[in-house]
């Protein structure tokens, strides 16, 4: 898995990711979250560094109506690291967001 992730990441041209991290860097969204009125899916890993739990539980308190996955023993990449159970909380979530 790492080196499935390295290999993508090192496809990303120095321009692009150094636009993309700055931009993410700087972006600050809070204001909009409220007025967000699509379902909405949080998938988290319960041992992610990156993106800890508790950004997950504050959007989720943030979003109307959002629905809030933890993975247990799974980190930042989530659908890497637990695929199947990934993949079948998103078809879940597919699925109940067409009715």
């Not at 692009?16 to 890993?45: F, K, Q, S």
């Not at 739990?53 to 989720?60: D, I, K």
Request: aromatic share 4%; proline share 5%.
């Amino acid at each position: 898995m790492v080196d499935e992730v390295v290999a993508i990441m090192s496809d990303v041209r120095p321009i692009g990711r150094r636009t993309t991290m700055h931009a993410l860097a700087e972006a600050d969204l809070r204001d909009v979250l409220a007025r967000i009125d699509v379902p909405t899916l949080l998938l988290y890993g319960d041992v992610d560094q990156r993106s800890p739990l508790a950004v997950g539980e504050t959007l989720h308190a943030a979003i109307p109506g959002s629905r809030l996955v933890v993975l247990p023993g799974v980190g930042h990449y989530c659908n890497i690291e637990a695929a199947a159970t990934f993949n079948s909380e998103v078809r879940t979530f597919l699925r109940s967001a067409r009715t």
